[in-house]
């Protein structure tokens, strides 16, 4: 089966500018997340779609994330305005429920920078 | 939230067995223990996860001591392109925060040649 597709695979930006990252997860995978990896920590949780529904999202930034799933399936997650902090890996993962217990599948991520 | 202990950095020889450990000294009875790996420029890759027996899969076993409260991933013959940050993970295998994965720093294993 295809994996789970992002991109752009690489982006820099001026702070205070927007930017947006697109996540194609696997086929039949309902339940898909963004995580944020900084460089040198573990990926932190950011958001969980449950199809088009958000299950959790306790740890977006509100004020400057934004994430949707129109229609259950891609997902694109937004940061406007960017912040230098905001540096990091973008990977999203998506799982099927019947998998979850298996832990779920990440895509390659892409890495942001901003300057 | 990270309840897992792992050593920042490990090195094995290539061929040799890598055993990696973890401590969760406060795991729960509904809580699974699972292994990612990450490589560089990659997203994490599952390997392995178990409750309370061990495990084993063509990648890697999985060691849970009686009390749950460590485990080892062993991977019994190790070549270079093992070399990644490995991730210990306690998880809720059941209700609604089914399938969320709380990552530490993990360890970094190094196989040299």
């Known amino acids: 089966e295809a994996g789970v597709a992002q991109s752009p695979r690489y982006k820099i930006i001026e702070k205070r500018q927007s930017v947006a990252f697109w996540c194609n997860p696997i086929?039949?995978?309902?339940?898909l997340y963004w995580y944020q990896q900084i460089l040198g920590q573990g990926p932190k949780l950011l958001i969980q779609?449950?199809?088009?529904?958000?299950?959790?999202d306790s740890q977006l930034p509100k004020d400057r994330f934004s994430a949707e799933r129109l229609k259950g399936v891609d997902s694109t997650l937004k940061i406007q305005p960017a912040k230098l902090e905001d540096s990091a890996v973008y990977l999203c993962?998506?799982?099927?429920?019947?998998?979850?217990?298996?832990?779920?599948?990440f895509g390659s991520g892409t890495r942001l920078t901003v300057v | 939230d990270a309840k897992t202990t792992q050593p920042t950095s490990m090195d094995c020889a290539e061929g040799r067995a890598a055993n990696l450990p973890c401590n969760h000294s406060t795991i729960s009875g509904n809580e699974y223990v699972y292994w990612y790996r990450q490589i560089h420029s990659q997203g994490p890759q599952y390997i392995i996860h178990g409750l309370k027996n061990n495990e084993t899969n063509e990648m890697a076993s999985l060691i849970i001591t009686e009390d749950r409260k460590s485990s080892t991933l062993i991977l019994p013959h190790a070549t270079l392109r093992d070399t990644a940050v490995y991730y210990c993970?306690?998880?809720?295998?059941?209700?609604?925060?089914?399938?969320?994965?709380?990552f530490g720093r993990g360890t970094q294993l190094t196989v040299w040649p």
């Open positions: 993970i306690v998880r809720v295998g059941r209700g609604s925060t089914l399938g969320r994965l709380y």
């Open positions: 993962a998506s799982s099927s429920i019947r998998a979850t217990l298996y832990g779920y599948t």
């Open positions: 086929s039949g995978h309902a339940t």
């Open positions: 779609f449950q199809n088009n529904g958000v299950v959790d």
